[in-house]
């Protein structure tokens, strides 16, 4: 199939050319406006209990759970009428959309015994809250045209909004500018870097030009999907920066083979032939891995993992399909123009060095490494994995919590006011739990038990019921009628000190769900959500990494036609993430380079970043060790099959390809660096998790673990048993003049050092 893809861009390939940069301008068109589109949210299921609650309330008390907060801080005092005065402005403006805002109260429309709880406790900043209608994709939208009509950035009274609907707003507004941003950082360095890679103008601007085109059909693709299905704003980043990354991983393999083809005596014609049925066949094994590691997203019920998944997925098969098929045309097209604006010799005469010569693949700095490396294989292996282990061991203590405002940086609006909130009032009121008893018919002396008993757990401020308000089980004031119904059931408002995703807080929501309800409680608030959420998700996980594994085996035996090297390599790619994760719970949820990279440790981390991360950086290490592999087995099928014949092809393959691999890790990191500068820390602990684990996979893993393994394994590397052997005779996916292996492989051992 490939060979006649390369043959229908060599006969056409203006037409492919043209064809492609129609799609190219369509989708950039379509996908322009994507970001309006997407939502903020995505994290939890409509059948968690907490979401449950949080419907109940809405439909039956409406306004009871508050997600919009305007701080409002005066110099002379809340109590000032400078303070009362803006106030009551912006509580007349927020009720002038009643089909959208209710439940408004305030500081200074609240009963006297109760406003305290919504002043601060220097008394110069005071709340008013409010709840607004509406879906994730609603939600910000209202929110961003509310805070616009309402805040006043100067005066004596200043008026700042805050609370769950402003961050997600902010959230969408930071992450739509970072990718900007992101893009227009990535793409000029990646195209210097591809420069000094090439040595050459042209060859460096076919992988930027088909990176620009994974980009465009990323943004088109995305805005489609928005038409059929919910997809998370969180999306746009990782998915374009997949897009450029891949495609121009893709693009450079295909690239350097075909001018390691010309530099062998090759036409244009036929380089790219060989090009495509040898590189080409790589890119499509990789692209397979990384859709089918990303497809393992499906088997988690929440949309933020479903979007990722048909986002990925779609953009994996734009990145391939352009690199094995629009990259052919586009060959064809340069022809041997492909060093035309060679940088390497004018800068070798400006620095007055002498001319380059081309090494052969033994004479290379790879070559040298990997021999070196084989010689003492065992205590190299040992060596390496400690380390790699010991940077993976932080993430025994990991600990996952729910995104809030703290995923932006401060100066931001709603970071600020829920900075404030933390910190300068008594209770957090964006932290409240909130009890919710939609069976409830009894009399008040049982709704008034339960408040009190709830009132004496530690660090809890005050509850709030329609039968009182407890304060460490003493009734301090009386409680609010409308807070239940005896058609409804009721609610009670649950304050607490303690910051809802820390491990006080967790053992707090433990707590209260401990005390006695007189029926059925469902709790909601942000500690609970998040404990909700985080059972939800990890119960997927086994199954997810069952499918992953299982793909990457199957794929690979089909490519090697072995069943040691695809176990060989799901082992390595483990223990690369394993060090990247623990370098992840080091820097953000320890907080140890907080200062140097300008985020806010919260003691967790959003549980969904390090899932995304397995998937992409899974699928991104398959992506080397598939090019790895593809060179290392075209030597052993050339050489002797012996342990000796395994030791020179592994040396000669990663010889071969030591330079382009770690050329392309660099390029891809760098797009994956672009998504870190992000202002939101959990696009910045995916772009740095990512580019982490692309490096250190590209250099430790393949110039230092894998080539001692192999070398340990010796021809045991190849081997299968009869039965599969047939196996892939018959269904791997071999290039057209590849012998069929008739046996399998009798291994002989292999020494342990030199």
């Given at each position: 199939?490939?060979?006649?893809?390369?043959?229908?861009?060599?006969?056409?390939?203006?037409?492919?050319?043209?064809?492609?940069?129609?799609?190219?301008?369509?989708?950039?068109?379509?996908?322009?406006?994507?970001?309006?589109?997407?939502?903020?949210?995505?994290?939890?299921?409509?059948?968690?209990?907490?979401?449950?609650?949080?419907?109940?309330?809405?439909?039956?008390?409406?306004?009871?759970?508050?997600?919009?907060?305007?701080?409002?801080?005066?110099?002379?005092?809340?109590?000032?009428?400078?303070?009362?005065?803006?106030?009551?402005?912006?509580?007349?403006?927020?009720?002038?959309?009643?089909d959208i805002v209710s439940g408004v109260q305030s500081y200074w429309t609240s009963r006297p015994d109760l406003k305290q709880a919504l002043r601060s406790k220097d008394g110069k900043r005071a709340l008013i809250m409010a709840s607004i209608e509406g879906d994730d994709a609603e939600l910000p939208v209202r929110a961003a045209a509310l805070s616009e009509e309402l805040k006043v950035d100067s005066g004596p009274v200043t008026i700042v909004p805050g609370g769950l609907a402003a961050s997600f707003s902010d959230i969408?507004?930071?992450?739509?500018?970072?990718?900007?941003?992101?893009?227009?950082?990535?793409?000029?360095?990646?195209?210097?870097?591809?420069?000094?890679?090439?040595?050459?103008?042209?060859?460096?601007?076919?992988?930027?030009?088909?990176?620009?085109?994974?980009?465009?059909?990323?943004?088109?693709?995305?805005?489609?999907l928005t038409a059929v299905t919910d997809v998370s704003i969180f999306a746009l980043n990782m998915t374009t920066a997949l897009g450029l990354a891949l495609a121009i991983d893709y693009s450079l393999f295909i690239v350097s083979r075909y001018r390691e083809e010309l530099a062998a005596g090759a036409t244009p014609a036929?380089?790219?032939?060989?090009?495509?049925?040898?590189a080409g066949r790589t890119v499509v094994y990789s692209a397979l891995v990384v859709a089918l590691s990303l497809s393992a997203l499906l088997v988690f019920p929440q949309y933020f993992f479903k979007s990722f998944a048909y986002a990925g997925i779609a953009v994996v098969a734009a990145a391939a399909g352009a690199a094995v098929i629009v990259l052919p045309a586009l060959l064809?097209?340069?022809?041997?123009?492909?060093?035309?604006?060679?940088?390497?010799?004018?800068?070798?005469?400006?620095?007055?060095?002498?001319?380059?010569?081309?090494?052969?693949?033994?004479?290379?700095?790879?070559?040298?490494?990997?021999?070196?490396v084989m010689k003492r294989p065992l205590p190299i292996a040992l060596a390496t994995t400690a380390f790699l282990l010991l940077l993976g061991s932080p993430f025994l203590g990991v600990q996952f919590g729910y995104p809030d405002d703290r995923s932006l940086p401060t100066g931001v609006a709603s970071r600020d006011v829920g900075d404030v909130l933390r910190t300068e009032?008594?209770?957090?009121?964006?932290?409240?739990?909130?009890?919710?008893?939609?069976?409830?018919?009894?009399?008040?002396?049982?709704?008034?038990?339960?408040?009190?008993?709830?009132?004496?757990?530690?660090?809890?401020?005050?509850?709030l019921s329609s039968a009182a308000v407890y304060r460490n089980g003493l009734r301090v004031a009386a409680g609010v009628p409308e807070m239940s119904d005896p058609a409804k059931g009721a609610y009670l408002s649950v304050a607490t000190s303690l910051d809802p995703y820390s491990d006080a807080g967790r053992a707090q929501l433990d707590a209260i769900r401990a005390v006695d309800?007189?029926?059925?409680?469902?709790?909601?608030?942000?500690?609970?959500?998040?404990?909700?959420?985080?059972?939800?998700?990890?119960?997927?996980?086994?199954?997810?990494?069952?499918?992953?594994?299982?793909?990457?085996?199957v794929l690979l035996f089909l490519f090697t036609g072995s069943v040691v090297l695809p176990v060989k390599a799901l082992i390595l790619n483990m223990l690369s993430l394993a060090a990247t994760f623990g370098a992840m719970v080091w820097i953000f949820q320890d907080?140890?380079?907080?200062?140097?990279?300008?985020?806010?440790?919260?003691?967790?981390?959003?549980?969904?970043?390090?899932?995304?991360?397995?998937?992409?950086?899974?699928?991104?290490?398959?992506?080397?060790?598939?090019?790895?592999?593809?060179?290392?087995?075209?030597?052993?099928l050339a050489g002797p099959k012996t342990a000796a014949g395994n030791t020179e092809a592994v040396a000669m393959g990663v010889a071969r390809t030591g330079r382009i691999f770690t050329a392309a890790a660099l390029l891809m990191s760098i797009v994956f660096l672009g998504v870190a500068t992000s202002g939101v820390?959990?696009?910045?602990?995916?772009?740095?998790?990512?580019?982490?684990?692309?490096?250190?996979?590209?250099?430790?893993?393949?110039?230092?673990?894998?080539?001692?393994?192999?070398?340990?394994?010796?021809?045991?590397?190849?081997?299968?048993?009869?039965?599969?052997?047939v196996l892939h005779n018959k269904f791997g996916l071999k290039e057209a003049d590849e012998p069929e292996s008739a046996e399998p492989v009798k291994p002989e051992p292999a020494a342990t050092s030199a």
């Open positions: 199939m490939l060979t006649r893809i390369a043959r229908a861009a060599v006969g056409r390939p203006r037409l492919v050319v043209a064809v492609a940069l129609l799609l190219m301008i369509l989708c950039g068109a379509v996908g322009a406006t994507v970001h309006s589109h997407m939502k903020s949210g995505g994290f939890v299921t409509d059948d968690l209990d907490s979401v449950r609650a949080s419907q109940y309330l809405s439909e039956n008390f409406p306004g009871s759970e508050p997600n919009y907060v305007l701080l409002v801080t005066a110099d002379e005092g809340a109590d000032s009428p400078a303070a009362r005065a803006a106030a009551e402005s912006a509580i007349a403006q927020l009720r002038t959309h009643s969408n507004t930071q992450i739509s500018k970072d990718l900007v941003i992101a893009e227009a950082v990535a793409i000029p360095i990646t195209g210097l870097l591809l420069a000094l890679v090439f040595g050459s103008l042209v060859a460096a601007a076919l992988p930027i030009a088909i990176g620009l085109f994974a980009i465009a059909a990323a943004l088109g693709i995305l805005r489609v036929a380089a790219v032939h060989r090009s495509i049925r040898t064809i097209l340069v022809g041997d123009r492909i060093d035309a604006g060679d940088l390497r010799a004018p800068l070798r005469r400006l620095f007055r060095l002498a001319p380059r010569a081309e090494k052969q693949p033994r004479e290379t700095f790879w070559y040298r490494l990997v021999t070196a009032f008594d209770a957090d009121m964006a932290a409240s739990a909130t009890v919710v008893l939609p069976e409830f018919r009894g009399a008040p002396a049982e709704l008034d038990a339960y408040a009190r008993e709830l009132s004496t757990v530690p660090d809890v401020p005050a509850v309800a007189p029926t059925e409680a469902l709790i909601t608030g942000p500690a609970a959500l998040n404990q909700d959420s985080v059972e939800a998700i990890t119960g997927k996980l086994p199954l997810a990494g069952a499918l992953i594994a299982l793909a990457t085996l907080g140890h380079l907080s200062g140097l990279l300008g985020f806010t440790a919260t003691g967790t981390l959003n549980l969904a970043m390090p899932i995304l991360m397995f998937s992409l950086a899974f699928g991104a290490s398959m992506d080397y060790e598939v090019f790895l592999l593809s060179r290392i087995r075209e030597e052993w820390s959990m696009m910045k602990l995916f772009g740095l998790g990512c580019a982490l684990a692309v490096i250190s996979d590209a250099t430790v893993i393949r110039g230092l673990l894998a080539p001692a393994l192999m070398r340990m394994m010796g021809t045991w590397n190849w081997w299968s048993p009869k039965p599969l052997v």
